[in-house]
């Protein structure tokens, strides 16, 4: 379990004078909890949502010359929970009269003890996480859903993260909102019998945002650092709440050492860096520290090893070569196999058979990918062309290389990746010249 | 709170069935109603004539239209329904799962709207 790279603990804030930035800093820190314990309290999403507002708000106003309460945290619930009231009160005059009555004295009826322990805070948290995240809802609500409320973030910074107007973020919002309500999706971390499922549940939206920021589908940059790091948080989150699980290990662990090679991965104008030619002294050692013993952590532990664990693994053994020439290619082909028979997709094929390009050559890593294109590798778009490309170019099969280069560029849309493939054409073309093409 | 279970298979893969077959869905289907009876989650169900005797109505401005056939064609077709008491869309769910159609074909659940 590992919740080390939390802020300070609340307690060291206490009395001190601080400045916006340290209130906006406890924010970011408490919104996921405070929205969590408000929503048990009060029972609707909206109500919750807007009640924490108001408490931020008022918290704004008040900690610069009051200073930070001693539990923030349990402060900001007191607040919004008062809010809440003051709310359905003036509602209920207007409309709704009966069903918002009951809702007050629902409200009025939960104690929230002033001291409400972090074991209590760390339960709705969980209850929000797997609400927020539930199967019910698409995956797109999932993960709005979640930034949204667990990690607070503003509709606008979601909208802006994937690349989608924050009208149709607001209205994905709401109707995730609407449906949680009218179809009752319970607020309750899920019985043991489907803890596991909902568990991986969970991995699948934190994964989505962690690729999402990591290697973005399209736009003009490679990476969004800040879904990216939202993504490591929540699976710290998860791991602090539910701690000793395999399957979040590995997905941690995967997260971290990806991660760890950001700054290489680019240049400062936003080309891409490929992992052979990265500076690996540019990698964050201390992260790929912590990865690796996660990995080694989820690896160990009894039953089929699960698919972010062996992923984790793969990258694990890039982390640790000294350089690229030094990579242990034999045991990462042996590793996409077991990926391969535990969960197989397009890409994993793809990837294995780039790592089976290096231990067998070109030519064999071209027949596994004329196989995967025969079974429909369309789905993956500009990467089985561009990996044919290279592969091509390896085996001096030029002419071959240069139209698989130009149906990659024909189909990717994140712009570094398309300079990338028009660098590579341009060397090959500069390279080999022939007179059928000019 | 209640839910309406629809539940929807090929008709066409079902009318394949041999005599054996449909005695030992009837059976299942009689098993799981009964445990849902005694679970009193129980408020209602049936299964339905096939597709072939439904007919659709319309009747814009008044005119009254009818067409043979259901409203539209799927490659699963509504084959019956439960009507539910469940605390929760997990719970329903969870019921929907234990319905044998959900084997075969797939069962929608979808909450009762309820006023005031």
């Known amino acids: 379990m590992t919740v080390a790279s939390r802020p300070?603990?609340?307690?060291?804030?206490?009395?001190?004078?601080?400045?916006?930035?340290?209130?906006?800093?406890?924010?970011r820190r408490e919104a996921g909890r405070v929205l969590a314990t408000l929503i048990r309290l009060v029972g609707d999403f909206d109500l919750a949502e807007e009640a924490a507002q108001e408490a931020f708000a008022i918290a704004v106003e008040q900690w610069p010359a009051s200073g930070i309460p001693e539990n923030p945290r349990a402060w900001l619930v007191s607040v919004g929970r008062h809010k809440a009231i003051d709310r359905v009160r003036r509602q209920a005059v207007l409309r709704e009269r009966r069903r918002l009555l009951a809702v007050e004295a629902a409200i009025a009826s939960q104690a929230v003890a002033p001291e409400a322990d972090d074991a209590a805070f760390g339960d709705d948290l969980l209850r929000l996480i797997f609400t927020c995240c539930h199967p019910?809802?698409?995956?797109?609500?999932?993960?709005?859903?979640t930034l949204r409320s667990v990690c607070g973030l503003s509709t606008a910074e979601v909208a802006r993260a994937f690349l989608i107007a924050e009208d149709t973020t607001a209205q994905r919002l709401v109707r995730a909102k609407k449906k949680i309500r009218e179809a009752r999706i319970p607020y309750e971390t899920p019985e043991p019998a489907m803890l596991d499922a909902r568990v991986d549940g969970v991995l699948a939206v934190i994964y989505s945002v962690f690729t999402e920021g990591y290697a973005v589908t399209s736009g003009a940059d490679l990476t969004r650092d800040d879904l990216a790091r939202d993504a490591i948080r929540l699976g710290r989150l998860l791991d602090g709440l539910l701690p000793g699980r395999p399957?979040?290990?590995?997905?941690?662990?995967?997260?971290?050492?990806?991660?760890?090679?950001?700054?290489?991965?680019?240049?400062?104008?936003?080309?891409?860096?490929?992992l052979e030619?990265?500076?690996?002294?540019?990698?964050?050692?201390?992260?790929?520290?912590?990865?690796?013993?996660?990995?080694?952590?989820?690896?160990?532990?009894?039953?089929?090893?699960?698919?972010?664990?062996?992923?984790?693994?793969?990258?694990?053994?890039?982390?640790?070569?000294?350089?690229?020439a030094d990579t242990d290619w034999r045991q990462i082909v042996g590793l996409y196999e077991v990926l391969l028979r535990l969960h197989p997709t397009p890409v994993i094929e793809l990837n294995h058979a780039a790592a089976v390009a290096m231990v067998d050559g070109p030519a064999a890593a071209l027949d596994l990918l004329d196989a995967l294109s025969a079974r429909g590798g369309l789905a993956l778009y500009h990467l089985l062309p561009a990996a044919r490309a290279e592969l091509l170019r390896r085996l001096g099969r030029h002419d071959e290389a240069e139209a698989a280069y130009r149906s990659a560029l024909a189909v990717a849309k994140v712009e570094p990746e398309r300079r990338w493939l028009a660098r590579r054409l341009g060397e090959l073309r500069s390279s080999h010249p022939h007179p059928g093409t000019g | 709170m209640q839910y309406l279970l629809l539940i929807y298979g090929n008709e066409a893969e079902a009318a394949k069935m041999g005599e054996a077959g449909r005695t030992a869905m009837f059976n299942e289907y009689r098993t799981f109603t009964e445990s849902i009876i005694q679970g009193g989650q129980f408020k209602g169900g049936n299964a339905l004539q096939s597709t072939a005797t439904a007919t659709t109505v319309r009747a814009p401005n008044g005119k009254v239209l009818t067409t043979d056939g259901p409203f539209a064609e799927t490659r699963e077709q509504l084959g019956g329904y439960y009507l539910v008491e469940a605390k929760n869309l997990d719970e329903a769910t969870a019921i929907a799962a234990r319905i044998p159609g959900a084997r075969t074909g797939s069962v929608e659940v979808r909450p009762i709207m309820t006023y005031g």
Do not use: C, K
């Open chain 1, 136 to 145: 019910a809802l698409n995956m797109e609500a999932r993960v709005a859903l």
């Open chain 1, 277 to 324: 030619d990265q500076d690996r002294t540019l990698w964050d050692r201390a992260q790929i520290a912590e990865g690796l013993a996660l990995v080694d952590q989820a690896l160990r532990a009894p039953g089929i090893p699960n698919s972010y664990a062996v992923q984790a693994a793969i990258a694990a053994l890039h982390a640790q070569a000294p350089r690229w």
């Open chain 1, 8 to 27: 300070a603990a609340a307690a060291a804030w206490t009395g001190e004078r601080m400045h916006a930035s340290d209130v906006e800093r406890v924010f």
């Open chain 1, 247 to 274: 399957a979040v290990h590995g997905l941690l662990a995967l997260m971290l050492l990806h991660d760890a090679r950001r700054a290489a991965r680019a240049t400062p104008d936003g080309d891409i860096i490929l």
